[in-house]
């Protein structure tokens, strides 16, 4: 190889090392949501399928008349609570930018849209199609917003958040009613099905 070759060569080299070397030098800087664009996000969509399996799984195990079962006067029945989840699989990807659907009626700016849709009187194979159709909705919603930021701020019932807390918000209460629902399950004798 001429001189020439050699030079061309190692210089070429050296760029590459020094492109290399400010490109692992730049990537700590930058902010987590930069590096790994919401990761939390993933986890939270992947926590969300699987509460979505278990409740539409108890929702299908719960026997038609057992849907009008409460524990207690003034708190919601098993298919109230069903529809309650659907309600608000709606409603709260309203305040990250994704409206609910026409049909539903159920409005941001009006929480009494919501209380209409969960108390509307439905059949136990409504309830289940709402319940699966709105965790459809939920699903897209926050895949929707996977390009944003996590950091980037709305506005959820006139307070300040994040997006990020919007679906750690929104993933939490569907662990809240699923604990609800195993527990009005196992009051009606019916065993979760995962737990069999």
């Known amino acids: 190889m001429d001189p020439d070759s050699v030079l061309l060569l190692?210089?070429?080299?050296?760029?590459?090392?020094?492109?290399?070397?400010a490109l692992f030098a730049v990537v700590p800087c930058?902010?987590?949501?930069?590096?790994?664009?919401?990761?939390?996000?993933?986890?939270?969509?992947?926590?969300?399928t699987e509460v979505e399996q278990k409740l539409?799984?108890?929702?299908?195990a719960m026997p038609a008349e057992s849907f009008a079962w409460r524990p207690a006067?003034?708190?919601?029945?098993v298919g109230e609570?069903?529809?309650?989840?659907?309600?608000?699989?709606?409603?709260?990807?309203?305040?990250?930018?994704?409206?609910?659907?026409?049909?539903?009626?159920?409005?941001g700016d009006a929480y009494a849209t919501v209380q209409a849709y969960e108390t509307r009187t439905a059949d136990r194979a409504t309830v289940i199609a709402d319940l699966e159709q709105s965790f459809a909705h939920l699903r897209a919603a926050m895949s929707a917003t996977a390009a944003r930021s996590p950091a980037d701020t709305v506005t959820l019932f006139g307070e300040?958040?994040?997006?990020?807390?919007?679906?750690?918000?929104?993933?939490?209460?569907?662990?809240?009613?699923?604990?609800?629902?195993i527990a009005y399950a196992r009051s009606n004798g019916v065993t979760p099905p995962w737990s069999r």
């Open 73 to 77: 006067a003034g708190v919601r029945s």
């Open 160 to 181: 300040t958040r994040t997006l990020q807390q919007v679906w750690v918000l929104t993933t939490t209460h569907l662990h809240e009613h699923l604990g609800q629902s």
């Open 56 to 60: 539409v799984g108890l929702a299908r």
């Open 81 to 107: 609570v069903f529809q309650h989840v659907a309600a608000d699989n709606y409603l709260l990807p309203i305040f990250a930018g994704t409206p609910a659907p026409a049909a539903t009626g159920i409005k």
């Open 10 to 21: 190692v210089t070429g080299m050296v760029a590459g090392v020094v492109a290399l070397a």
């Open 30 to 48: 930058m902010p987590a949501a930069a590096q790994q664009p919401n990761s939390v996000l993933a986890d939270l969509l992947s926590d969300v």
